[in-house]
Nanobody, 126 residues
Framework: QVKLVESGGGLVQAGDSLRLSCTAS????????MGWFRQSPGLERQFVAA????????GYGDSMKGRFTISRDNTKNMMYLQMNNLKPDDTATYYC???????????????????WGQGTQVTVSS
């Protein structure tokens, strides 16, 4: 089992930055490829970014490229999402997710992840 806890959300203005953190506990953190997703009321959960087990490979959703940066620190069991130049459309609940251990690569769909955090709210005002 992997337990995930997100933090760092909040209310910001358009153009501001936020850094989300995901703290993992349980098995060896470096064994799990990880991802960030977000969801707004009435909409499907959307892929934001993901990173391989080693941190050497990563991918982003189209609207996040150039603004968001995903990273991880396997020595601290932490994953991060640096979000710059935030827009009102970025308002959502952000979720941290982990794949099962035998997956080396990340995934860009919710079905690729076995473990989920409870989410942290990000609200961007115009």
């Amino acid at each position: 089992q992997v337990k995930l806890v997100e933090s760092g959300g909040g209310l910001v203005q358009a153009g501001d930055s936020l850094r989300l953190s995901c703290t993992a506990s349980g098995r060896d953190f470096s064994s799990n490829a990880m991802g960030w997703f977000r969801q707004s009321p009435g909409l499907e959960r959307q892929f934001v970014a993901a990173i391989s087990r080693s941190g050497g490979r990563f991918g982003y959703g189209d609207s996040m490229k150039g603004r968001f940066t995903i990273s991880r620190d396997n020595t601290k069991n932490m994953m991060y999402l640096q979000m710059n130049n935030l827009k009102p459309d970025d308002t959502a609940t952000y979720y941290c997710a982990a794949r099962l251990q035998f997956h080396d690569e990340y995934a860009s769909t919710t079905g690729g992840y076995a473990y989920w955090g409870q989410g942290t709210q990000v609200t961007v005002s115009s």
